[in-house]
């Protein structure tokens, strides 16, 4: 099985996948120190340093399934809450993009995640725990049964402390990253990769059910 990892980080979706599938990933993440740290982790993925959303345009067509992941500072409503000091900015318009891109002209299954919107989503999607997901089949409704993993867990001030319990969560290592992102922010914004296994497993079923159809069709 193809798939297209977007915005990949460092892979906080695909640490499971093997277990469901034989998968050949593609991983495509703009931030060179964290698209190093993904290939450590996943040595057997192909990693491409570049921009997701033109990569998405130009390859959509060589994949079976694709998740996208892109940035959601703009989207957070922790901008509405004014609980930090953001610089104020239109939201980024390349999530809606992604989203109608591939309802109308990819061909395999697809999952576009990002937060939850300080506004109405333009587009509908399926609420699961603190994120939203666009994709063309159904999800199932508990995604990951896992404790832990939630921002602001730690108390107030100890950004260490929440730090130590993300990387626990996820079971990563940023101590190596030498980039600009926030370390913190990186650990916050990794999808559970229980959450990701299950969706997969679900487009995965979903591709075989077709199949066999389409086999006692014929």
């Avoid at 916050?188 to 497993?201: H, P, Q, S, W």
Wanted: glycine letters at 4%; proline letters at 4%.
């Amino acid at each position: 099985m193809k798939i297209l990892n977007l915005y990949a980080c460092l892979g906080g979706n695909r640490y499971k996948w093997d277990e469901v599938a034989d998968v050949k990933v593609t991983a495509v993440e703009l931030d060179p120190e964290a698209a190093r740290l993904y290939k450590e982790r996943f040595p057997n993925d192909e990693v491409i340093v570049a921009d997701a959303h033109q990569y998405l345009l130009d390859h959509y067509k060589e994949f079976d399934f694709i998740w996208s992941s892109p940035p959601c500072p703009t989207h957070s409503r922790l901008i509405a809450a004014q609980k930090y000091k953001w610089e104020m900015k239109y939201p980024d318009m390349k999530l809606y993009q992604e989203i109608i891109f591939l309802q109308n002209f990819f061909k395999g299954k697809f999952v576009v995640e990002n937060v939850i919107p300080y506004y109405e989503p333009l587009i509908q999607a399926q609420k699961r725990h603190r994120h939203l997901y666009w994709s063309n089949f159904n999800l199932p409704n508990i995604l990951t049964t896992r404790k832990g993993g939630k921002i602001g867990e730690s108390k107030k001030g100890h950004k260490a402390d929440e730090m130590n319990k993300l990387c626990s969560f996820h079971k990563i290592n940023l101590e190596d990253y030498k980039g600009k992102q926030s370390k913190l922010k990186m650990a916050r914004n990794l999808v559970d990769y229980e959450a990701g296994k299950t969706i997969l497993e679900t487009a995965l079923n979903i591709q075989k059910a077709n199949n066999t159809k389409q086999l006692s069709i014929l």
